[in-house]
């Protein structure tokens, strides 16, 4: 009895691995309408296609502020293809701590006016905080209160592609 059921068991485990498993639907169906022309008459045809964006963010891993200064800088890139109805927004933290085993923590500034990238042939006018992607960003930090010693801190970018809201 134990071996039937055993082989129960792998039979059906072995048919259900065997079945095909779909990751991608294609939201886009073909659609194949025709119409009927007769002769000497001119007819238009419609022609649709959608293609998705892709695009890459590039971000600095470390940035180191002066000693002097007590700031520093750091630069933003886009690339890819997105809609003209998209944006890829780079949004870093406001403000970040800043550390040093046995002092206060000393919090740091972030600035980036730049924060919305658009496609580079986007034809519409850019307003303020807007660049193309091949113009890229410079954002600023600034830590006025570090004193002497090392500090580490981190912040984080918040990345996105959005879509225009309606208007």
Avoid: H
Wanted: charged share 15%; net charge negative.
């Amino acid at each position: 009895m134990k071996k039937i059921v055993s082989l129960a068991a792998v039979a059906t485990m072995a048919a259900v691995c065997a079945l095909p498993t779909f990751a991608y639907t294609n939201s886009t169906e073909t659609v194949n309408e025709t119409q009927n022309i007769s002769a000497n008459e001119t007819a238009q045809t419609s022609v649709y296609a959608e293609v998705g964006s892709t695009f890459t963010v590039t971000i600095p891993k470390k940035i180191t502020l002066s000693g002097e200064t007590k700031s520093g800088t750091y630069n933003v890139t886009c690339t890819g293809d997105i809609a003209g109805t998209e944006f890829i927004s780079v949004t870093p933290a406001a403000s970040f701590d800043m550390t040093q085993k046995g002092k206060a923590d000393v919090t740091a500034t972030v600035t980036q006016e730049t924060t919305k990238f658009r496609a580079d042939n986007y034809t519409t006018e850019l307003i303020a905080g807007e660049a193309k992607m091949a113009t890229g960003a410079t954002g600023s930090i600034t830590a006025s209160g570090l004193t002497s010693g090392g500090w580490n801190g981190t912040f984080n970018f918040t990345i996105a592609l959005n879509q225009d809201s309606a208007d």
